[in-house]
């Protein structure tokens, strides 16, 4: 079941674990979901300054993930826009691993086709 959530206050229910990630428009952490005691990630994005395109794009990413449910897709458990703070914050599934950029700049070869799909 997915949650929609008027402000970041349901973060709560979370510790975070360590960062994984910062970028120019925030920050991705591990996240323990205390509920469920799985492993979650926590994505905030900072939209003040954002350009209206980006903003509507994002958003239009959040509405998407929203009806997506296929095992190759990564998976949206909460999220909230917090106008206030000027953020948007996603719970996502927590994919171990690494990222694509680690897989490709690690790669001793090229990488197969079937690895890259």
């Keep these: 079941m997915l949650f929609q ?10 510790d975070v674990l360590k960062e994984l990630g ?3 428009f925030g920050k991705v952490n591990l996240v323990l979901d ?9 994505k905030v994005v900072n939209t003040k300054g954002m350009s209206r395109p980006v903003l509507d794009a994002m958003k239009r990413e959040i509405q998407l993930l929203r009806i997506m449910d296929h095992p ?11 106008p206030a703070k000027e953020e948007l914050t996603l719970i996502l599934e927590y994919i171990p691993g690494g990222d694509c950029a680690e ?4 790669a001793s070869a090229p990488l197969s086709e079937k690895l890259v799909a």
């Design 72 to 82: 190759s897709i990564v998976r949206l458990f909460e999220f909230a826009e917090d």
């Design 22 to 24: 910062k970028g120019a």
């Design 34 to 42: 205390n509920t469920f005691d799985q492993e979650r990630v926590c």
């Design 5 to 14: 959530h008027d402000d970041s206050c349901f973060l709560d229910h979370y």
């Design 103 to 106: 897989l490709i700049n690690n």
